[in-house]
């Protein structure tokens, strides 16, 4: 019989590949479709009776399963098929580059409000923040960046980029219990970004400034220029608490770094007060403004 053949050519597809496909074939057929691979294994076709057919974009699902542990691959493959078959009708297809280009953003979100790490696209500006990766106002998925000519990275730079084109914040001066601060604000959730170009809008001392992230769209600075960084340091983390926004922390901005200055609002015998454990670096500059 003919697979008996010696000259038969083996396949040269690699096994993840054939065993992905197999599992994308059983979900697909377990949702009611039918359906057939390209033949360079970049997309999936779909059908369903008379529902017309669904292209499913693979690229971007191959490598995002290269990178994951295989009992992860059901849920990974099932997300993505559900989200193609939701998006029909959608006219933007986040799987191409040329289209999301202008779209591109960037969200600073709290780590702990993002469900799974995984399943988005960003990089940790720190400890307990993180900045995504985003098309119009949704995040960017690992397989939909994985369907693009450029790494993650570059695409962060592009919707960077996008982000100091498409918005001037506005600035105001404000107090908080008699500690003067500068408020910007934006129309979009991308104004913790512009802290790369802060000193477009207002004079950076050499030492940085203290930042607070409120919300998505509202950034308050202090200029850290004397020991009236300290008292600062409690108006900030008071106001930020009581927002309850996006962070209730205060943070150092210097030399292109976001450091968190740790610092826990404490009840002891009746009283409120701050207990702050400033970074070794921050600490050093007080100590020598102290001087």
């Known amino acids: 019989m003919a697979w008996f053949r010696g000259d038969r050519k ?22 009611g479709y039918a359906c057939s691979f390209a033949a360079d294994g970049g997309s999936l076709s779909l059908t369903a009776g008379a529902g017309g057919e669904i292209l499913v974009r693979l690229t971007g699902l191959r490598r995002e399963a290269g990178r994951r542990a295989r009992e992860d691959w059901p849920t990974l493959v099932s997300e993505h098929l559900a989200h193609a078959v939701a998006s029909v009708g959608d006219v933007l297809d986040a799987c191409d580059l040329d289209q999301v280009r202008p779209l591109l953003r960037t969200r600073v979100e709290a780590v702990d409000e993002v469900a799974d790490l995984t399943r988005v696209v960003g990089r940790h500006l720190n400890g307990d923040l993180v900045e995504l990766l985003t098309v119009g106002a949704r995040p960017v998925r690992p397989e939909e960046a994985g369907c693009w000519p450029v790494p993650s990275g570059q695409a962060l730079e592009m919707a960077v980029s996008n982000v100091r084109r498409g918005e001037r914040l506005s600035v105001e001066a404000i107090q908080l219990s008699g500690t003067p601060v500068s408020r910007l604000t934006g129309r979009g959730p991308s104004t913790a970004t512009h802290l790369r170009w802060l000193a477009d809008y207002l004079p950076v001392p050499a030492d940085g400034v203290l930042a607070v992230l409120p919300d998505p769209y509202t950034l308050l600075v202090y200029p850290v220029t004397g020991l009236g960084a300290v008292r600062a340091i409690e108006r900030l983390r008071v106001h930020a608490a009581r927002t ?10 210097h030399e292109g770094r976001l450091r968190l200055i740790k610092s826990d609002i404490v009840l002891q015998d009746g009283q409120t007060r701050l207990v702050v454990a400033p970074p070794p670096e921050f600490a050093r500059v007080l100590a020598r403004l102290a001087v």
């Not at 396949?11 to 979900?27: G, M, P």
């Not at 309850?244 to 205060?250: A, I, M, N, R, T």
């Open 10 to 31: 083996p396949s040269r597809r690699a096994v993840e590949d054939i065993d992905l496909d197999s599992l994308l074939a059983l979900v697909a057929e377990s949702h």
């Open 244 to 253: 309850g926004g996006l962070s209730p922390q205060v943070y150092w901005w």
